[in-house]
């Protein structure tokens, strides 16, 4: 930790007074500076000489006990200053607000030994709570070939697509992140508190909510401007029309960040948006691993090779002999007469083309005239 320890008791006090991304915090705090904003709020006083309410609040809080109780849980806040503070979150200066939220986090509260200035080469992958097991196997096959390439995978431990993209990136051997939208303390869902324990011990369960926070509907749209700012872009694997994924989405091309979605199937309601992502062209689509890599990868890194079907020995001919081959009977021979007004060519080029053909075994000659070899046939 390199930033002070005023700069990091300010900023947990400030994380204590409102929401998490209220604007009008952290507008002041991009303005001001932590410190001198927490000194000044903290300092209000009405005209009769009373703490205003923010004042009294902040006077009630206590930022050291936040800070011992979360070590003792093996909990660290990370701030801006910090040698681990991950630098691509600082983007969200710059991203504008949704639904009145937005802004650089205050800090985030980290739980797990994976550090967050480590996270540059990462993918969020997001998705349904009441996601189809088409959608849960793509997130699962992505996220563990990535992994494998030592992309780290960040979501944010929900049902659905998020539980699968977190068991894929395990299940390849590299790591995660889940970001939550309560306390890092909180394992939420409750369901997959094994899960999360798994993440803390080998990842990073992550949040600018304080330890102890509750999950809320609110808090659930603010964390998902987190995930997208921590990766280098996001996968959409399903989402309805209404999805919390496509609020993902939306932060990431606020970012500027490359933005992808598995297509499915055109009945399957969970991916109406997905493919109304794909179709207003703001994501790419992509259906592989490999396909995510070539699109997050390095320059000229992970380039994929188009997969061709096998030449055949029919496809090196020129247009002419083509034709005439077409013209040439299977099986009863036709004399060459035949087979020029068949192919609608003159008798001079077509006996050329089947000399040609002849040659390189397309054809035999035979009493009666010409006929397919078994080449020729095949």
Request: hydrophobic share 45%; proline share 6%; aromatic share 2%.
């Amino acid at each position: 930790m390199t930033a002070t320890d005023a700069e990091r008791l300010a900023r947990v006090a400030l994380s204590r007074l409102g929401e998490p991304a209220d604007p009008r915090i952290t507008t002041l705090v991009a303005e001001m500076g932590a410190q001198p904003l927490h000194e000044a709020l903290a300092s209000e006083r009405d005209l009769e000489g009373v703490l205003t309410d923010v004042a009294a609040r902040l006077e009630a809080n206590d930022p050291e006990g936040d800070l011992a109780r979360a070590a003792r849980l093996g909990i660290r806040f990370v701030v801006p200053g910090d040698d681990e503070w991950p630098a691509q979150v600082d983007d969200l200066a710059h991203a504008g607000t949704v639904h009145e939220r937005g802004g650089v986090p205050l800090g985030l509260w980290v739980r797990g030994p994976a550090r967050l200035d480590q996270l540059a080469d990462s993918i969020a992958i997001v998705g349904s709570r009441s996601s189809t097991t088409y959608g849960e196997g793509a997130a699962r096959v992505i996220a563990g070939d990535v992994a494998r390439h030592g992309m780290t995978v960040v979501s944010g431990a929900a049902f659905g697509i998020d539980q699968a993209a977190h068991r894929g990136a395990v299940a390849g051997g590299g790591t995660t992140v889940a970001v939550l939208a309560g306390g890092v303390d909180r394992p939420y869902p409750v369901a997959h508190t094994r899960l999360l324990e798994h993440i803390a011990e080998t990842g990073a369960v992550v949040s600018e909510v304080p330890p102890g926070g509750a999950p809320t509907r609110m808090r659930f749209l603010t964390r998902n401007r987190v995930i997208a700012a921590l990766a280098r872009g996001t996968l959409v694997v399903e989402a309805a029309h209404r999805s919390g994924a496509l609020s993902t989405a939306r932060w990431a091309e606020r970012l500027s960040r490359p933005l992808m979605a598995v297509p499915g199937p055109v009945t399957n309601v969970q991916s109406t948006g997905t493919h109304g992502l794909i179709r207003a062209g703001a994501a790419q689509l992509v259906g592989s691993g490999p396909e995510v890599l070539e699109l997050l990868g390095a320059s000229g890194s992970h380039l994929i090779v188009e997969s061709r079907s096998e030449t055949r020995a029919r496809d090196t001919l020129r247009p002419r002999e083509a034709r005439v081959l077409e013209a040439v009977p299977v099986s009863r021979a036709a004399p060459t007469e035949s087979i020029a007004r068949t192919a609608g060519l003159g008798l001079v080029g077509v006996q050329s083309a089947l000399t040609l053909l002849l040659r390189d075994g397309f054809v035999e000659r035979v009493p009666a005239g010409w006929r397919l070899s078994p080449q020729g046939r095949a």
